[in-house]
């Protein structure tokens, strides 16, 4: 067991030792990337302090800092050819541009120093909290190389550190040979695996040995120790538990040395990272503590200033955002109409993430449904009042055309100029529905879909003044159904439905486009027929064609849900022109000829006759006297007496004056 306690031992310190030189590492990155001429990202004005950084490091095979596409602005060792070099693709910058964070890659071979290297990462931040670039610094992995005595150590131990895709990042057996290579052995499956913990394993060499392994949170890495099972029982046992020992004392220096120039370099560094952790998390009134090295202490002192400057404007920024973030679609232009912002709202409603719009023009919407003078006259009304509002047709990232209420705002300056132009738009598609859904039921009848009463009147007042412009006559139709109460009597209302709604369909095929086919309730019709002839002759005649094609259709057999019914329909037809009658006039003259077609025997059409209407309007009026007559009991009773032969009564007439 003593074997496994001194193994676990060495893993721990190793590990220390390690996290030592890599806490090192991270400080100093971080302290690199908030130095002036790192942040101004130039290379005319490259930072001498990184040749002065890897002459007092030589564990580190350079320094450079890059822009966000991995071109390198600066190095400490520049190419042999002198062109920058670009890491753009490298696992290691990727992971670097998705983190944002300090960062220690996998290893590879260096192409400039020909060492195998891990590169430490961290990034670069504007005054804005804006990554822009990073700074790196490639550590050669034989540094991690604690130098343990091999003479200390049971012969044939092992010990180093292991990545967790089983990449050896430095191994005391043959370092320059391993270092990246993946092992596809039993032991080094189980020290990824185990991660924490003891195990024995057949190492690839073929040595069966026992392994005491620790993980290295920072890194991602394993830490191993690996020693012989015969050491566990051999003579020398002892010894190599000594050794061992020397070791864990070896590493524990190395570590706590380590850690102390650590704590006085970055001390202070990490007292400033806590304040500005504390100014993410939203605490404004938070200050740095102003100390240590002079070029911490500067940076520290421009920290403060810089929140007081922001302190000062929070709360306009937060109205602000609150504002912008609003239910409306909103884009901001700069003065030459190009978007530089939109919010969360505009993306919902058309689709365009903010990294596809911003640095195009509104353009980007247009529904091509406006001519040119629609924008000329958008755009003056903003130059002449600062701003225009109105419905207008936009087009989805998708090609979904839609309609939006638009509202834009010119923004100047204190001179009068204009700096910036917000707009601010809903979309009122639903509305739109909603509208179209309204007037489809103030208009049209909802079982037949045909015009109703109302769409009527509204089409018969704009036919008379265009009969009168235009010399053509024009007819009404009024058209009832044969026996349509019978129907609904004997196979109930949803078949009679169902006749009216193919009806309906028929007559529709029986006129031309743009005449009119109305349901004015039950099952009465109204055709109205626009630019007949001018001769009134030939406008019946024309009237007359149509009515018929009616008839014959109507006539035909109808499939009302499994029952065969045969309907007919009495045709009344007047004709106008101009407004020499009146449009309740028009319609009572189509109804009294309908009514006269009912007369003849239904299944007909009639043409009204003045004539016809006086007699309706005598008949109108003495039904009425006599009402009259009988409410003021105005009849008299008179019975003549009928003989016959000698004068013998045989019965009477009873008359009434």
Not at 238 to 255: E, G, H, P, Y
Not at 594 to 612: C, V
Request: charged share 20%.
């Amino acid at each position: 067991m003593s074997i496994f306690l001194l193994d676990r031992r060495v893993c721990s310190e190793s590990c220390r030792n390690t996290g030592g030189k890599i806490a090192y590492a991270s400080q100093t990155l971080e302290r690199l990337a908030v130095r002036p001429l790192v942040q101004q990202l130039d290379p005319k004005n490259c930072d001498a302090l990184l040749k002065d950084l890897i002459s007092l490091n030589p564990d580190y095979t350079n320094a450079t800092y890059t822009n966000l596409e991995g071109v390198a602005v600066c190095s400490a060792v520049p190419q042999p050819d002198g062109k920058p070099v670009n890491v753009g693709a490298t696992p290691w910058f990727q992971k670097l541009l998705k983190e944002k964070r300090f960062i220690v890659g996998d290893p590879f071979l260096g192409p400039i120093t020909g060492k195998w290297v891990s590169v430490l990462g961290a990034p670069i931040w504007n005054e804005r909290h804006e990554m822009i670039g990073g700074v790196q610094l490639p550590l050669d992995l034989a540094a991690f190389d604690p130098h343990i005595p091999a003479q200390f150590l049971p012969a044939e131990s092992q010990f180093g550190f292991i990545s967790e895709d089983r990449t050896l990042i430095w191994r005391n057996r043959d370092p320059n040979g391993v270092i990246g290579v993946r092992p596809v052995s039993d032991a080094a499956r189980r020290t990824v695996e185990v991660r924490d913990g003891e195990f024995e394993s057949l190492s690839e060499d073929g040595v069966r040995r026992y392994f005491s392994v620790v993980p290295m949170p920072q890194t991602g890495w394993i830490a191993f120790v690996g020693v012989p099972a015969s050491a566990v029982y051999a003579a020398a046992n002892q010894r190599a538990t000594i050794a061992t020992a020397i070791a864990l004392v070896s590493l524990a220096l190395l570590f706590l040395l380590a850690i102390a120039i650590a704590r006085r370099i970055t001390l202070p560094v990490a007292k400033l990272e806590i304040a500005a952790r504390a100014v993410r998390a939203g605490d404004l009134g938070v200050r740095a503590e102003v100390g240590g090295p002079s070029d911490i202490a500067v940076v520290a002192q421009e920290f403060n200033v810089m929140l007081e400057a922001q302190q000062h404007n929070v709360a306009q920024l937060r109205i602000a955002a609150t504002a912008f973030e609003s239910q409306e679609g909103t884009l901001i232009t700069d003065a030459n109409n190009v978007i530089v912002q939109v919010n969360r709202a505009f993306t919902d409603i058309t689709g365009y993430p903010a990294e596809e719009v911003v640095g195009q023009t509104p353009r980007l919407l247009s529904s091509r449904r406006h001519d040119t003078t629609f924008y000329a006259q958008m755009w003056q009304s903003i130059k002449d009042t600062g701003g225009w509002q109105g419905e207008i047709w936009n087009r989805r990232k998708n090609g979904e055309i839609y309609p939006s209420w638009l509202a834009i705002s010119a923004v100047k300056s204190d001179d009068g100029t204009v700096t910036h132009y917000v707009g601010a738009h809903t979309d009122i598609t639903a509305r739109k529905v909603a509208e179209d859904q309204i007037t489809h039921l103030a208009f049209y009848d909802p079982l037949t879909q045909l015009p109703n009463r109302r769409l009527l009147m509204d089409r018969l007042q704009k036919a008379l003044p265009y009969s009168a412009r235009s010399g053509h006559c024009g007819a009404l139709l009024f058209i009832d159904l044969d026996n349509f109460k019978t129907l609904n009597d004997t196979l109930g209302h949803d078949k009679g439905d169902l006749l009216l709604q193919q009806v309906a369909q028929s007559m529709v095929t029986c006129v031309r486009e743009g005449d009119t086919v109305a349901r004015l309730g039950g099952d009465e019709f109204v055709v109205m027929l626009e630019g007949l002839s001018e001769l009134p002759e030939e406008a019946a005649t024309q009237a007359e064609t149509s009515g018929e094609k009616i008839l014959v259709t109507l006539s035909q057999p109808y499939l009302l849900a499994g029952h065969e019914n045969r309907s007919t329909p009495s045709i009344g037809v007047t004709l106008f022109s101009g407004h020499q009658t009146s449009i309740d006039e028009l319609l009572k003259q189509a109804d009294l000829a309908m009514y006269q077609s009912k007369t003849a025997g239904r299944n007909t059409l009639r043409f009204f006759d003045p004539k016809m209407q006086a007699l309706m309007a005598d008949r109108a009026a003495l039904e009425s006297d006599l009402r009259e007559a009988v409410r003021q009991q105005q009849f008299v009773l008179y019975y003549q007496p009928q003989v016959i032969g000698a004068g013998r009564l045989t019965g009477a007439e009873a008359l009434v004056r």
